[in-house]
T-cell receptor
Framework: GAGVSQSPRYKVAKRGQDVALRCDPI?????LFWYQQALGQGPEFLTY????????KSGLPSDRFFAERPEGSVSTLKIQRTQQEDSAVYLC??????????????FGSGTQLSVL | SQQGEEDPQALSIQEGENATMNCSYK?????LQWYRQNSGRGLVHLIL?????REKHSGRLRVTLDTSKKSSSLLITASRAADTASYFC?????????????FGKGTHLIIQP
């Protein structure tokens, strides 16, 4: 596709439920990032992939959060046993450039997760 | 944690006026970028300025960077209703690192018609 695609657009989960959020990056983009954005705040880094390798997962808030990108393209962010504080917009971004000096991330529209 | 801090948090101006928003950051950077986010959408890259540059223009946008003060400003000239959005500065730390961009909390800009 022409841009970064995320699905679902909206997800409502009951507390304790597991959820999976999908990201289709721009074809050929090596770098893929996940961000979490709370209402009225800027995006907060969660994790970073270079191809299929997860090079940085320092932003994942707890061991309930898990991300994968097994074939170096589509990525899935999984949240186990969701809690109310997990409610946020989850943004995926991709970039052609790898390594230092990251330039111009392309963002998807995000998945808005509401945990009841 | 957020490296950048935008100022003001919210700004409301009349259509046709210029809008200026500022960003301060804490540590040395490789480059600084500005992004726009319309309500309910993802972020869109506007402009990038490198640490060895002082000013950059793109259409109605003008960005300045003062590395001695660790600050940047974004000027939007001749504002339009369509410029209503949240604007974020984002920094890439010098030395790189795999965590990409670190965003501020944003400035919410409202252009009154």
């Amino acid at each position: 596709g022409a841009g970064v695609s995320q699905s679902p657009r909206y997800k409502v989960a009951k507390r304790g439920q597991d959820v999976a959020l999908r990201c289709d990056p721009i074809s050929g983009h090596v770098s893929l990032f996940w961000y979490q954005q709370a209402l009225g705040q800027g995006p907060e880094f969660l994790t970073y992939f270079q191809n299929e390798a997860q090079l940085d997962k320092s932003g994942l808030p707890s061991d309930r959060f898990f991300a994968e990108r097994p074939e170096g393209s589509v990525s899935t962010l999984k949240i186990q046993r969701t809690q109310q504080e997990d409610s946020a917009v989850y943004l995926c971004a991709s970039s052609l450039v790898t390594g230092p000096g990251v330039e111009k991330l392309f963002f998807g529209s995000g998945t808005q997760l509401s945990v009841l | 944690s957020q490296q950048g801090e935008e100022d003001p948090q919210a700004l409301s101006i009349q259509e046709g006026e210029n809008a200026t928003m500022n960003c301060s950051y804490k540590t040395s950077i490789n480059n600084l970028q500005w992004y726009r986010q319309n309500s309910g959408r993802g972020l869109v890259h506007l402009i990038l300025i490198r640490s060895n540059e002082r000013e950059k223009h793109s259409g109605r946008l003008r960005v300045t960077l003062d590395t001695s003060k660790k600050s940047s400003s974004l000027l939007i000239t001749a504002s339009r209703a369509a410029d209503t959005a949240s604007y974020f500065c984002a920094t890439v730390l010098s030395g790189g690192g795999a965590d990409g961009l670190t965003f501020g909390k944003g400035t919410h800009l409202i252009i009154q018609p």
